[in-house]
């Protein structure tokens, strides 16, 4: 029994089987030499026999996948190709891995050299087939397929991964890495997917198919646990789900404090998926519909305006419908971007992207447009805003693609709400400033706080350092919900700050009357406001900003919130 603590990221206690992957088998290939080099031969030969056997069963769903097979196919058969590889473990020594990844090298470079774009084409294609290779041989799977119910263990995972996964049968997600912040927590959020991250090594400490039981909430997983923790964790597991059941009965009521100041509460989503949650959650519309993970699914483009339009229906009756324009780049790559940047969290990302690939941009602006004709709480909100003169040139874009949707007689709601997010230092800086040009204004404080500090919120590594309550954090709040409030733009929060209820009376004391969340955490934030008096939270507020660093003002809270 091993017993590993993480970043707890969605709650859940959840026992099950193991299912893990590594993509780092490819990056981590030991270049050392064997002396048995007959068990390493034996090795490659079973690999060798049973990837061709996997390749050989997968059924082409279209052209290219055909194409790509028999690429995979004529490289498993390359006598060239093979009898290296023999030399390689037979004549040099090497591993079976080794030997597999020396020859692909040599032959990718040789297909290089050619200076043939077919053949430059078809090297990614042979480095997934090295791969199916080496993951037969260290027979830790580099492929994400889960035929039943798991706890996904792996090194990391790319969002897109987890959009692809068959995710009815992830029961839990156990990563060595990311942080509570990542794009991976918050897809385990709105998928409410118990979760723990920057475990370390789990990946390799775990075996497939090993039982594993995990707490997200307390951020705990346990590797083949004894009879006597399998015991407790159901005795915890019941009783977790009763205060769950609780928090639900409360659903229906608003978020009041007891002086009667009303909070909206608005949920966060990635797709349609997330409405049935948010309704029963008790959401007062969409604060931040996320779209750009429905283009890291494949097929959005063709369900773009049938998505956005049902969302438009469903959710407007309750209130604001905010689709936020794509926020590609960074962790979330999608066909046609650089995946070579040297550092994409301050790349083409978002606005940056959009406004080079107007056709992109040109076509998802339409289809808002369109999904304002079906609800006036449709709005549009601009992730990863600079400064003045960028939003003013996204405004100009806008105003261009609704003339032309005047021209083409496509109807849409000629007052819809624009606002623009405030996720770097330089926009919440000049918030007073980009406040003249929207008519609301919401912080993503998940990127906020990682550009200010400077901090990775993904970087498990320095998990410690991204500290959501550093006096820099706080007085960029401030600024921007006074700013806002000065010049009449709503102000709201959207990042994870705003799903945690214990941040709930600092935000509340802030100024702050509009939050976005994951449903799940609507239940929670719920019940903190109705117990908050607002002008008790304003006064701690006050007190809280003149403190000197993060660990004051944590442990002012805490008592605040009677924790200490
Ligand atoms: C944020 O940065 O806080 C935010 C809401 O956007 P995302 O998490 O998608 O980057
Ligand atoms: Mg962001």
New binding site residues.
């Given amino acids: 029994m091993i017993e590993k603590r993480g970043i707890g990221v969605f709650p859940g206690i959840v026992t099950g089987k193991a299912a893990v992957f590594r993509h780092t088998v490819l990056d981590n290939v030991e270049h050392s030499l064997s002396n048995d080099s007959d068990r390493e031969l034996s090795e490659f030969e079973a690999a060798h026999k049973s990837v061709l056997e996997e390749v050989r069963a997968i059924k082409p769903s279209s052209k290219e996948e055909r194409d790509m097979l028999s690429v995979y196919e004529s490289m498993l058969l390359d006598p060239d190709f093979l009898s290296l590889i023999r030399e390689n473990i037979k004549d040099r020594k090497y591993t079976a891995s080794w030997a597999v990844e020396a020859a692909t090298e040599k032959y990718t470079a040789a297909l290089a050299a050619l200076g043939d774009t077919y053949f430059a084409e078809r090297i990614a294609d042979i480095r997934d087939a090295e791969s199916r290779l080496l993951s037969a041989i260290s027979g830790i799977a580099t492929e994400i397929i889960i035929t039943e119910p798991s706890i996904i263990i792996a090194d990391y995972l790319l969002p897109s991964e987890l959009i692809q996964m068959d995710r009815s049968n992830v029961l839990g997600l156990l990563l060595d890495t990311g942080g509570s912040?990542s794009?991976i927590a918050?897809l385990a959020h709105s998928d409410e997917i118990p979760t723990v991250l920057g475990l370390g090594d789990i990946s390799r400490i775990a075996e497939d198919g090993c039982t594993v039981v995990m707490d997200g909430r307390e951020g705990l997983a346990i590797v083949d646990p004894d009879e006597k923790t399998l015991r407790s964790f159901r005795a915890k597991k019941g009783v977790a789900l009763r205060a769950e059941k609780e928090l639900k009965k409360e659903a229906s009521l608003p978020a009041i404090t007891t002086d009667g100041v009303q909070i909206h509460l608005m949920c966060?989503i990635e797709g349609l998926e997330g409405i049935e949650g948010a309704v029963a959650a008790g959401a007062e519309g969409v604060g931040?519909f996320?779209t750009e993970f429905l283009v890291l699914k494949d097929n959005e483009d063709r369900e773009k305006d049938h998505i956005y339009e049902e969302a438009a229906r469903e959710m407007g009756p309750y209130g604001p419908v905010t689709f936020r324009t794509y926020?590609l780049g960074g962790d979330k790559i999608a066909e046609g971007m650089d995946k070579g940047e040297e550092n994409p969290i301050l790349g083409w990302r978002a606005v940056r992207f959009c406004m080079e690939r107007k056709d992109i941009f040109r076509s998802q602006l339409i289809s808002i447009l369109k999904a304002s004709a079906v609800s006036p709480s449709v709005r549009i909100m601009f992730?990863m805003i600079s400064g003045s003169e960028e939003l003013l040139e996204v405004l100009a874009f806008l105003e261009e693609v609704k003339a032309e949707c005047r021209e083409k007689g496509i109807a849409f709601d000629e007052n819809m709400k624009i606002g623009t997010?405030i996720?770097t230092p330089s926009a919440a800086i000049t918030a007073d400033i980009l406040a003249d040009h929207v008519d609301f204004m919401s912080i993503?404080?998940?990127?906020?706080i990682q550009y200010t500090i400077a901090v990775d919120r993904g970087n498990e590594k320095i998990a410690h350092l991204y500290r959501p309550l550093h006096p820099a954090v706080l007085r960029l709040l401030k600024y921007v919900v006074d700013s806002a409030k000065k010049k009449g733009v709503t102000v709201s929060i959207?990042?994870?700050m705003a799903g945690h209820a214990e941040y709930a009376p600092l935000l509340v004391g802030l100024g702050f009357d509009e939050l976005s969340m994951s449903s799940h955490s609507i239940l929670e934030v719920r019940k903190r406001i109705r117990t908050l008096n607002k002008e008790s939270c304003a006064h701690f507020a006050d007190n809280v900003l003149s403190l000197p660093d993060a660990t004051s003002i944590e442990k002012a809270l805490d008592e605040y919130n009677g924790k200490a």
């Fill in positions: 912040t794009h918050i966060n931040l996320r926020d992730p997010m996720e993503g404080t998940n990127d906020l959207c990042g994870e």
